[in-house]
Structures are given as C-alpha cells and as structure tokens.
C-alpha cells in the first residue's frame, strides 16, 4: 500500500489524479524512443528557423542564414521558361492575327498561353469556362456587343469597355427613361422588346410599343432590333439576354438602363499577352 493519494494499489503506478466515472488515469512514464524524437525535433525545428525563413515579421520574414526563396526560385523558373519561349512570344506580339494560320507556332503558343491569361484575369468575371454571368457576357456564343473579329476582341481586350482609365476605351450610354417615358409606355415598349425575340408578350401592349421604340430606341438598336456593334448596342431579336430577359428585368433596364464596365488590360499585360487571350477568346466558339 502506498500514502500517496493519487497511488493505484492494482497495477502500482501513481496516477494523475484525474478520474472519469470511476476510471483514474495511470502517470505512466512516456517511452524513450518518443522522447528522444520529440528532443530530436524541437532541436529540427530550432536549426530550421535558424537556416531557412520562418519567423514573420512587419516588413517580411526572417531570411535565414541560406537565403532560400521559394519565390526566389519560382521566378527563376520562370525566367527559363520564358527565355526559351521569347522567340515565338515576340513573333506573336509583332503578329497580325487574321493573317496567322491555325497550324503556325505562334498561334498555338497563343490559345494555350491565352488560355493561362484568361484564367488568371478574366475567369472572375467570364467564368472559368467563359460562359459569363448575369452582367457578364457569355463568350461562347456568336453574340458579341461590340462585334467578335479578331481585330474587334484585341480591341476590347486591351482598352475595354466604359472605364475611364484608358481613353481610348470603347463608350457607350444607355439613357434610363424613368423620367422620360410613363409607366404605361415603358411597359408597352418592354412589351415589344420581347415580341422581337418572340418570348411571350401582349400584342397589343406591344404595337403600342413598337412607336415608342421607333422613336426612343432603333436610333442605337436599329428599326428591327437587330443591334449596332459600333455603338455596342445588343441585339433585341434574340434569346440571349445579358441582365436576364423576364418582363420585370426588361422593364428595369429601360426604366434604369444599364453600365457594364470591363477595365483595359494593355498596360497591365504585355502585347504577347493581350494577342494570346484574344487568340484564346476567339477560338472558344464564337469568333467571327
């Protein structure tokens, strides 16, 4: 038998002095080979802090005494891939694109090049498959705002659409006629906005309508609806809606209209970059 409180009498070891229900939890002592390895590995751990960086600090992290960079050596490769890659890039960026042939070095080096760009800058909005979003346009379709040539994509891609960063950026407006136009006659012009891609309508909400579009909006969309690609304005006779194409969504965008804005990306990727993604853009399905 043992005074000491905390002693069991069956296996003759101390315990803890914890107990649950009952159960007491033996103190027995922990092997030495788990010792020695917990010893070995904050002596690592020390010697690893020491040589590598490890400690974050305001500015950064400690270096360590071997000056190792991940990142260091991250652009290293990448600076080799590049050199060995500079001739078609540069043969690309001087390119003129339609005149490129599909089989032509330069060309493949593009789509898949292309391809990396827009994932890294264009998936946020476009979608990683560039099928869009509501505001966003679907890029695989044959519908373009602003028309889907290659001249036309590189265009927009490099001085994009409505920012006020690049002046040569394409521009246009939408007026909202909330306080041009009565209730009754923005409905009736919403109405006709849809006959023309034939979804469901009132007839006769929409021949009302269609005066109020010859006069208000074929001067953009043209007499049919059918668009201006010059002026970005969308085509209305088909099924492809960028804000949705529901009666209510009709009708907020010609009470509000609507402001989409894309940022240039001349200054922020090199020429190569630019014709890459362009080249990218135009192969998904829907290049003119």
């Known amino acids: ?18 107990e649950w229900d009952g159960i007491k939890e033996l103190n027995n002592p922990l092997p030495r080979w788990w010792l ?38 991250v652009a290293a490769d990448i600076a080799e891939v590049d050199a ?31 391809a990396a760009v827009f994932r890294a800058n264009c998936s946020q909005c476009h979608g990683a498959g560039a099928a869009g979003a509501i505001g966003y346009p679907n890029l695989l379709d044959d519908a373009w705002l602003w028309g889907g040539s290659l001249e036309a994509i590189e265009y927009t891609v490099r001085h994009g659409i409505r920012n006020e960063a690049d002046y040569d950026a394409r521009w246009s407006e939408m007026p909202a006629f909330d306080e041009v136009l009565t209730e009754e006659e923005i409905t009736s012009t919403a109405e006709y906005v849809l006959s023309l891609s034939g979804t469901d ?21 043209g007499d049919g609806g059918m668009g201006d690609p010059e002026l970005g304005a969308p085509n209305l006779s ?19 209209a609507r402001f989409g804005v894309m940022p240039p990306w001349g200054e922020r990727l ?10 990218y853009v135009h192969q998904l399905g829907g290049g003119e």
Not at 270 to 279: C, I, P
């Open 270 to 279: 090199s020429d190569a970059e630019v014709k890459a993604v362009t080249l």
């Open 238 to 256: 088909d099924a492809i809606w960028l804000y949705g194409g529901s009666r209510e969504t009709v009708m907020q965008t010609i009470k509000y």
């Open 36 to 73: 020695w390895c917990f010893y070995i590995t904050i002596v690592w751990g020390i010697g690893y802090s020491i040589a590598y960086p490890a400690w974050p600090m305001v500015q950064g992290a400690t270096a360590g005494l071997l000056g190792y960079s991940t990142r260091a050596e």
């Open 84 to 114: 060995q890659n500079a001739a078609v890039s540069e043969r690309l960026a001087t390119a003129d694109l339609s005149t490129l042939e599909q089989t032509d070095p330069a060309h493949l080096f593009g789509v898949a090049g292309g």
């Open 201 to 221: 309508h009132d007839a006769t909400l929409a021949t009302a309508g269609g005066e109020i579009f010859a006069a208000e909006c074929s001067s953009c969309h």
């Open 1 to 18: 038998m043992s005074d000491n409180p905390h002693h069991d009498d069956v296996t003759g070891v101390d315990t803890t002095g914890h």
